[in-house]
T-cell receptor, first 112, second 112 residues
């Protein structure tokens, strides 16, 4: 049973527009969430995180929103750039474990 | 550069052969992890080591063994490779902080 779901396998966005990547989870014990970015032939790299005590965290062009009641988080990239083209994974874990559960990933393509 | 180093980067095995994937980190992290990435499945945890001297199973441990040789090194062994183990394998390490895991660049393994 997939505890962390990314229902959109791919997304295409025009350069300069907003990219919105979505992630749903089922385990109410998750209290920390992260987004990773992965380029081909490289390992995933940490992008941004949010704890369950917050509903928003911002870092430059990247903002993560958390809706605990809906068990949903989203990553907003504004403005999108061609270099943002990558696969994005969301991940979650309950406090004290540090065993991340990853989603299946969304491939973002930013068109110049 | 500091980080997580995985060897080899590529490997082709015949069914039934054995091999060990090596991972080393130089960030003095306590925790280390092995994940596999398969199309449509995201990243799934095979084994992890919360600290030197301890190892635990993740989501998909069957067919694998691990050794936490010291604080720096965490190896993954396939005793009798099967085609179902064809995958990209990622090692990661963490200090338990909010910046998440640091991943290696991966080992692409093909079992024929």
């Amino acid at each position: 049973d997939q505890q962390v779901k990314q229902n959109s396998p791919s997304l295409s966005v025009q350069e300069g527009r907003i990219s919105i990547l979505n992630c749903d989870y089922t385990n109410s014990m998750f209290d920390y969430f992260l987004w990773y970015k992965k380029y081909p032939a490289e390992g995933p790299t940490f992008l941004i995180s949010i704890s369950s005590i917050k509903d928003k965290n911002e870092d430059g062009r990247f903002t993560v929103f958390l809706n605990k009641s809906a068990k949903h988080l989203s990553l907003h990239i504004v403005p999108s750039q061609p270099g943002d083209s990558a696969v994005y994974f969301c991940a979650a874990f309950p406090s004290g474990t540090y065993k991340y559960i990853f989603g299946t990933g969304t491939r973002l393509k930013v068109l110049a | 550069n500091a980080g997580v180093t995985q060897t080899p980067k590529f490997q082709v095995l015949k069914t039934g052969q054995s091999m060990t994937l090596q991972c080393a980190q130089d960030m003095n992290h306590n925790s280390m992890y092995w994940y596999r990435q398969d199309p449509g499945m995201g990243l799934r945890l095979i084994y992890y080591s919360a600290s030197e001297g301890t190892t635990d199973k993740g989501e998909v441990p069957n067919g694998y063994n691990v050794s936490r040789l010291n604080k720096r090194e965490f190896s993954l062994r396939l005793e009798s490779a099967a085609p179902s183990q064809t995958s990209v394998y990622f090692c990661a390490s963490s200090d338990g902080g909010g910046d998440g895991y640091t991943f290696g660049s991966g080992t692409r393994l093909t079992v024929v």
